[in-house]
């Protein structure tokens, strides 16, 4: 199985921030990576898909970049809404393996 | 739109079956992949199988292997969840998700099923 490293496990952070989030894969997943995003009680929601493609609807603060086995989310400029936990996906093999999330607190 | 609908919330005991849906609606349900996540709580996403509707292609993970069966009915457009004699730790919540062609990213979730296993 590919195993995903997700860091920091948690974070806190103000409004205006530019927060970024790394996954690191245990081998080559091309760009196979997608990014979610959960916010409590609810499903989580595509963000990034393909380690840099951002799905439609999503607004453009969000990026993501990499390639390979290392990979990056960011935040440009954190607003109010984005307080939530974040996972990495690798599709690159079955079983398809997430990373263990990151949460986006308030500072 | 596509939409994926998923059953109401389940309180069972300890060795009793249970059989989870995930109805789908706004595609084309026999030519796109649905699988199935777990989440316990407090912790993170667990991927435990999909499927594949047109020809009923299924594949598990090795951590779910043998403790679940995912089906899926082509008349009805649904996916299926099911266990024969569940346990405490089975107590979660469990998300289909929609992919594409191929197992890819999750795109859209159904809202989720909670799963409660007590004596």
């Known amino acids: 199985d590919i195993q995903m490293t997700q860091s920091p496990s948690s974070l806190s952070a103000s409004v205006g921030d530019r927060v970024t989030v790394t996954c690191q894969a245990s081998q080559d997943i091309n760009t196979h990576l997608n990014w979610y995003q959960q916010k409590p009680g609810k499903a989580p929601n595509l963000l990034i898909y393909?380690?840099?493609n951002l799905e439609t609807g999503v607004p453009s603060r969000f990026s993501g970049h990499g390639s390979g086995t290392d990979f990056t989310f960011t935040i440009s400029s954190l607003q109010p809404e984005d307080f939530a936990t974040y996972y990495c996906q690798q599709y690159e093999n079955l079983p398809l393996t997430f990373g263990g999330g990151t949460r986006v607190e308030i500072k | 739109e596509v939409q994926l609908v998923q059953s109401g919330t389940e309180v069972k005991k300890p060795g009793e079956s249970l059989k989870i849906s995930c109805k789908t609606s706004g595609y084309s349900f026999t030519g796109f992949w649905i699988s199935w996540v777990r989440q316990q709580p407090g912790k993170g996403l667990e991927w435990m199988g999909t499927i594949y509707p047109g020809d009923s292609d299924t594949r598990y993970s090795p951590s779910f292997q043998g403790q679940v069966t995912i089906s899926a009915d082509k008349s009805i457009t649904t996916a299926y969840l099911q266990w024969s004699s569940l346990k405490a730790t089975d107590t979660a919540m469990y998300y289909c998700?929609?992919?594409?062609?191929?197992?890819?990213?999750?795109?859209?979730w159904g809202q989720g099923t909670l799963v409660t296993v007590s004596s």
């Open positions: 998700g929609r992919h594409g062609t191929y197992p890819n990213w999750f795109d859209p």
């Open positions: 393909d380690a840099s």
